[in-house]
């Protein structure tokens, strides 16, 4: 069936560097969702996109649906640790929401 | 306030025993839903409801047994547990089954089992 794939699976970054993390699908998707999942606490959501080749920015956050809508990326600059978490990307289908394996984000300061 | 609560937070057992986890929103909203996640972070959804239908059923095994009373609340009731039921239980709830709905969890129900 449909499903993302989440690359990286980790990210360990120093803090003030930028990262990238990607959510690649092999079919296409009518939209995405973002969310975010802090050490020992529950997924939050961040953001939708819908439209092909969508921008949209939060603060050091810019999320980016593919032109196809195939894959989304989400860009954070200047990495603080307050952005230490497991970040998920979810498509709906089938009046569910699927959700990626997530890239688990660790920042040394 | 909370808007999707569960309880117990956390919940240690031994295996073969039978275990419930409630849950209940004050959103209004009409879908509720359980979703499991693994030791590797994996969010998998279990079971869907719809103004206390049953809509979504994950091949989940016939141990867990949701109840919805109302479209406010669905617990989740498990028997004759196994460790490999051990877990993180997310409650979480939508406006409606619509595509693109944000979905919003509860803090979880840590359940070990041993």
């Known amino acids: 069936g449909q499903q993302v794939m989440q690359i990286p699976q980790y990210q360990h970054v120093q803090e003030g560097e930028d990262f990238t993390t990607y959510c690649n699908s092999s079919t296409t998707l009518s939209n995405i969702q973002w969310y975010k999942q802090r050490p020992g606490g529950h997924p939050v959501f961040l953001i939708q996109?819908?439209?092909?080749?969508e921008v949209k920015k939060q603060k050091r956050l810019t999320f980016q649906f593919g032109e196809a809508k195939k894959n989304s990326s989400l860009h954070i600059t200047a990495t603080q640790t307050t952005d230490v978490g497991t970040y998920f990307c979810?498509?709906?289908?089938?009046?569910?929401?699927?959700f990626g394996a997530g890239t688990t984000v660790t920042v040394r300061a | 306030d909370t808007a999707v609560s569960q309880t117990p937070k956390y919940l240690v057992t031994q295996m073969g025993n039978d275990k419930s986890i409630k849950c209940e929103q004050n959103l209004g909203h009409d879908t509720m839903y359980w979703y499991k996640q693994d030791s590797k972070k994996f969010l998998k959804i279990m079971f869907s409801?719809?103004?206390?239908?049953?809509?979504i059923n994950e091949t989940v095994p016939n141990r867990f047994s949701p109840k919805s009373p109302d479209k406010a609340h669905l617990n989740l009731h498990i028997n004759s547990l196994e460790l490999g039921d051990s877990a993180v239980y997310f409650c979480?709830?939508?406006?409606?089954?619509?595509?693109?709905?944000?979905?919003?969890f509860g803090e979880g129900s840590w359940l070990t089992v041993v």
């Open positions: 996109l819908v439209k092909s080749g």
């Open positions: 409801y719809n103004n206390k239908e049953l809509i």
């Open positions: 979480a709830s939508s406006p409606s089954t619509d595509s693109g709905n944000t979905i919003y």
């Open positions: 979810a498509y709906s289908s089938d009046y569910k929401l699927s």
